[in-house]
């Protein structure tokens, strides 16, 4: 019993230890701004988000808008969080692939959609597939207008044994307004297809000084050494910058050349997760490929042993769909003009 009273003493001093640990303010490297709740983080806290990709190197990845540990916040956001997919729970490593591609591509724009199996969406279908899409799709600046190779990132199981986890430089086709996309996809001519369907500027296109929809999405396609090809598309409501078709390095932000819209982030967005197709019966479901996915190359992808023309990824009382939608809203305080 003595032994034992001794000790009681001794334990509040313990918890306060604990406590005091538990309370101690986060470290702020020396020669560093200490960041600031409520206020814009400093670059380094940025620059601690990083992943180590497939050949060793550090990348820049995903991170919530407001820091979890210092409450400041960054200009941009990156949509979903990675870590909740079923289907590919890893952190991606940004730039991995344009890297390889000799394409760098702007930290800002890369975006992240989860849709996992059994989901409902505003459409009231079911997703019966988990799927994780990491795509490269800002509309913060104008050279998207320019460049047709994006990167993409795209993960898929499915209960009946389809896989896939692929990523590569993905075509998102020619870039132009939505009645020029409705003219050429009806033409038989998969050459001057339309994939970024962008607002342009009034008179250029379809579109008055007051539209009633800002929409702009694009379909990205990734073809693996003819052992799949994965489709998907992401689409903003609010796209920050609208293109001059006549000059595409011209800026133009959206809410200064349509009337009535204001606050556009590119935070307001969906996608498409899929349609997927397996051209892999007896193939190795592991192989390797460049940047664009030709054969050869330093780039891991999977496939599943699969031959099938898509599969169904989404149910409805009034049947199936290849593909899934799902809206992914990030708006909040603080965002830029680059997200």
């Known amino acids: 019993m003595q032994k034992r009273t001794a000790l009681l003493p001794v334990l509040p001093w313990l918890l306060l230890a604990c406590n005091a640990l538990e309370a101690a ?6 020669d560093q701004p200490t960041p600031v709740a409520g206020q814009a983080c400093p670059d380094w806290v940025h620059n601690r988000h990083v992943v180590k990709g497939p050949d060793g190197e550090l990348y820049a990845t995903w991170h919530p808008q407001v820091d979890p540990e210092y409450g400041c916040y960054f200009d941009h956001d990156h949509g979903d969080d990675p870590r909740t997919s079923l289907a590919n729970p890893e952190l991606p490593p940004f730039g991995y692939v344009g890297k390889l591609a000799g394409m760098p591509e702007a930290h800002e724009g890369f975006k992240v959609f989860v849709a996992n199996r059994n989901t409902r969406n505003d459409e009231d279908r079911v997703a019966l597939t988990s799927t994780r899409i990491v795509a490269h799709m800002g509309t913060g600046g ?35 307004s939505i009645c020029q996309r409705d003219l050429t996809l009806g033409d038989a001519d998969p050459s001057n297809d339309i994939g970024r369907t962008v607002m342009t500027l009034p008179g250029t296109g379809c579109h008055s000084n007051s539209p009633g929809s800002l929409y702009e999405i694009w379909a990205f396609r990734l073809r693996l050494a003819d052992k799949a090809e994965v489709v998907a598309s992401t689409a903003v409501f609010d796209p920050i910058t609208t293109m001059n078709p006549a000059n595409l390095a011209e800026l133009h932000y959206t809410e200064q050349v349509f009337s009535g819209f204001s606050g556009l982030r590119g935070c307001d967005r969906e996608a498409y997760h899929g349609p997927v197709y397996w051209y892999n019966r007896n193939g190795p ?41 799902l809206i992914s809203k990030h708006c909040a305080p603080g965002l830029g003009l680059k997200n």
């Open 25 to 30: 303010p986060p470290v702020v490297p020396p």
């Open 142 to 176: 104008v050279r998207r207008y320019s460049l047709r190779q994006h990167s993409l990132m795209f993960d898929l199981v499915a209960p009946s044994g389809h896989r896939v986890s692929v990523q590569g430089m993905a075509d998102t086709g020619l870039v132009g």
């Open 285 to 325: 479901e592991v192989f390797y490929t460049d940047a664009f996915g030709r054969p050869g190359g330093p780039i891991r992808q999977l496939v599943s042993r699969h031959d099938d023309v898509g599969i169904w990824m989404s149910q409805r009382s009034d049947g199936f769909q290849n593909q899934f939608k």
